[in-house]
């Protein structure tokens, strides 16, 4: 089994910053992508940001773009979303995404997935 522990949460004002970070463990595939959904009140879960086992190739959603960033660092099994520029509707909970494969499935129908936090952003 493959354990994500998400972290970096809170309440923040309209422009904004906040860090969420993701810690794996367990018995995690030696090549895995990593990334980042939310889900926000009577919405789907929806894909925001991914990142390929190498680090190179970082995907977002378009409504991220530009605002957000997207690393990891495989020494320590974690993932880590740089959230700058926040608006009220990036207000969900934020998920963390691991699967085999050297990319990441934007669909999120694969893998593993941590317990979720809370990102509040107030207007």
């Known amino acids: 089994q493959v354990q994500l522990v998400e972290s970096g949460g809170g309440l923040v004002q309209a422009g904004g910053s906040l860090r969420l970070s993701c810690a794996a463990s367990g018995r995690i595939h030696s090549v895995y992508a990593m990334g980042w959904f939310r889900q926000a009140p009577g919405k789907e879960r929806e894909f925001v940001a991914g990142i390929s086992w190498s680090g190179s190739s970082p995907s977002y959603a378009d409504s991220v773009k530009g605002r957000f960033t997207i690393s990891r660092d495989n020494s320590k099994k974690a993932v880590f979303l740089q959230m700058n520029s926040l608006k009220p509707e990036d207000t969900a909970v934020y998920y963390c995404?691991?699967?085999?494969?050297?990319?990441?499935?934007?669909?999120?129908?694969?893998?593993?997935w941590g317990q979720g936090t809370q990102v509040t952003v107030s207007s």
């Open positions: 995404n691991a699967h085999y494969g050297a990319f990441i499935d934007p669909r999120g129908l694969q893998g593993y």
